[in-house]
């Protein structure tokens, strides 16, 4: 039982005794005052109490504190009434050390919890489109997604990573024409494009501006239009040689190049979903469910009727027959049960989806509430750089790739005088890369757009991914100067006064379990800011390692139990902690 819960029972219990019904009361807060001289807990149940008693709170709070008083577990120091009625509660010394002790003996489980335990969650997210290239967008959602899976897995569940791609659709017909057009326009181009006969000598790059090319004539030559829309149906039904083997070599160049993303980023996904895969299924359930009223017909046109729910309209299967966005994601929900029979659904995506899957999830709770009734959507806000919006369709696409090299070469220039081999310095600037655009990202709340600031963003001072980097290489620093000098951490100190760094410890665990009940992972890095701020200000009041100070063993405990949060909690944020900067 955690803090909280035995706080919780006193006051149901006090309450009982004074023959007042707790249960009038939906929830009992508990919050951190932010002054640690008004206690570690505080409560404002007897100001909630007093409507329903028709007297003062702070008289109720005064009876409840007596009561609680009469029974105080061996975790609490003393329990006061303040102001108009709060009551703050004060954690004994033996709880601050035996939390240490329960740090240094856990290590990388401290924070876990099992309060998801036995049930599964897929979570989707990142999904780039091959054909297309890996934008900042797609760094943004995988940012998020990856957190939240690792924030799930923390609570207990067994947790699916998804990523499901557009590998057919107009997208995969502007390339393919663009391919065409340029190795017409520059036949020795065809190399970059398909390789030498053995497969070798593929330029990955070409592929975007294939498809910018052929995104730009689509809108503004209609003989292009044409050519790529009889391209599309090609696409689908595979009786063309030259389409077939463009397509193929497309498709395997952005997916093995995604990897290549995918493991800079820390990211390794379960489970791959495709259009190509969801298409002739989603039709089939939208042609079965419009004999049913779900869907309607329009103009030649299957649709849902989004006005009827107070959403709006949206087409499930063209004029032309061929099968929507709408009708895939339709058929992906039932296909990533039958594949991962799952409790939880989330999905994860920038919040211009956010209309689209409001529609998209009535017709599945029409369809298959059973599916619906499991399925989350979390959005997300824009990433953008200081110069605007991106366009891949313009060609000015902003790749993850120049973004992360760009955060590189600054860090390295940074870097520039540390005493480091050029391999070990390559491996901790790409730690601080992810780092510091990760960090940016999820301190955020999810749904508010970014403009990534490059000066803050890497600044090793501050609200930023390095500063907790840094926090905790030299966390690492002192504790390997301790060993060096055989001063082994010790949980027993020696009486003192709490230090704040003690009252900030023992709160990761409730961080934890409040970002996984809210899905939000800025709860964990306003926390490790906090928790790095205080001690950062810890190690500055006095030597941490010195055999002549008696308590400096307890210092060192604590330094070794802010390391192992530090470490756990950049983790559910998916930034690697460097222990040498």
């Not at 398909?194 to 593929?202: C, I, Q, R, S, T």
């Not at 209309?355 to 509430?369: D, G, R, S, T």
């Not at 504790?479 to 006064?497: F, G, R, V």
């Not at 990761?508 to 964990?524: M, T």
Request: hydrophobic letters at 35%; one cysteine or more.
């Amino acid at each position: 039982m955690n803090i909280k819960d035995i706080l919780e029972n006193l006051i149901i219990t006090s309450l009982l005794d004074l023959q007042i019904d707790p249960f009038v009361v939906p929830n009992i807060n508990l919050e951190h005052p932010e002054e640690f001289s008004h206690g570690d807990f505080s409560s404002n149940i007897a100001m909630i109490l007093s409507k329903s008693l028709s007297k003062n709170p702070r008289e109720i709070a005064q009876n409840i504190v007596i009561e609680i008083n009469k029974k105080l577990p061996d975790e609490i120091q003393k329990v006061e009434v303040a102001g108009s009625g709060f009551i703050n509660f004060y954690l004994s010394d033996s709880f601050f050390e035996n939390k240490t002790k329960q740090i240094l003996l856990e290590k990388e489980y401290f924070g876990k919890n099992k309060k998801l335990d036995n049930q599964k969650t897929i979570i989707e997210y990142t999904d780039p489109n091959p054909f297309k290239e890996f934008h900042i967008g797609h760094l943004m959602t995988n940012a998020v997604g990856e957190s939240i899976s690792r924030i799930i897995e923390s609570n207990g569940a067994e947790v699916i990573r998804a990523c499901y791609q557009g590998d057919v659709g107009l997208h995969v017909a502007k390339t393919i024409w663009g391919v065409k057009k340029m190795i017409e326009e520059d036949p020795a181009i065809k190399k970059g494009f398909l390789g030498n006969m053995f497969g070798f000598g593929k330029d990955d790059t070409l592929w975007g501006k294939a498809y910018a090319y052929g995104a730009a004539n689509y809108e503004e030559n209609e003989i292009a239009k044409k050519e790529i829309m009889e391209i599309n149906i090609k696409v689908y039904s595979k009786d063309d040689t030259e389409v077939n083997k463009i397509y193929k070599v497309g498709r395997k160049v952005s997916l093995d190049k995604f990897e290549k993303i995918y493991k800079v980023l820390g990211t390794k996904f379960n489970e791959y979903f495709f259009e190509s895969q969801t298409t002739d299924f989603g039709k089939k359930v939208v042609e079965e469910n419009l004999e049913k009223g779900v869907f309607e017909k329009s103009e030649g046109a299957v649709i849902f009727r989004g006005e009827n729910y107070g959403l709006h309209t949206r087409v499930f299967i063209s004029s032309e027959g061929l099968t929507t966005y709408e009708a895939k994601d339709l058929g992906l929900a039932k296909i990533k049960y039958d594949r991962c029979p799952y409790d939880k659904s989330i999905i994860i995506t920038a919040n211009e989806q956010s209309e689209y899957f409001k529609v998209l999830l009535k017709a599945l709770e029409l369809i298959y509430p059973d599916l619906a009734e499991k399925t989350k959507h979390i959005s997300h806000g824009m990433l953008r750089l200081p110069s605007g919006k991106m366009s891949s369709r313009t060609g000015k696409v902003i790749t993850g790739e120049f973004l992360l090299g760009e955060i590189k070469n600054l860090v390295l220039e940074k870097m520039k005088d540390r005493e480091m081999g050029e391999k070990e310095k390559d491996e901790v600037s790409n730690m601080i890369s992810v780092g510091a655009l990760k960090y940016s990202i999820l301190k955020q709340t999810t749904g508010k757009d970014i403009i990534f600031d490059f000066d803050k963003s890497l600044s090793f001072e501050g609200d930023s991914g390095p500063y907790l980097q840094y926090s905790y290489a030299r966390a690492k620093s002192i504790l390997k100067k301790a060993k060096e000098e055989n001063l082994k951490a010790d949980c027993n100190k020696i009486k003192t006064e709490l230090t704040e760094l003690e009252k900030k410890l023992y709160q990761f665990p409730e961080i934890v379990e409040r970002a996984g009940d809210e899905y939000l992972p800025h709860h964990i890095a306003t926390y490790l800011i906090e928790l790095s701020s205080t001690f950062n200000s810890f190690y500055a009041k006095g030597k941490i390692v010195d055999k002549d100070d008696a308590n400096s063993p307890y210092k060192v405990a604590l330094t070794e139990a802010f390391s192992i949060i530090l470490k756990n909690g950049l983790n559910l944020l998916g930034i690697s902690a460097p222990e040498k900067m």
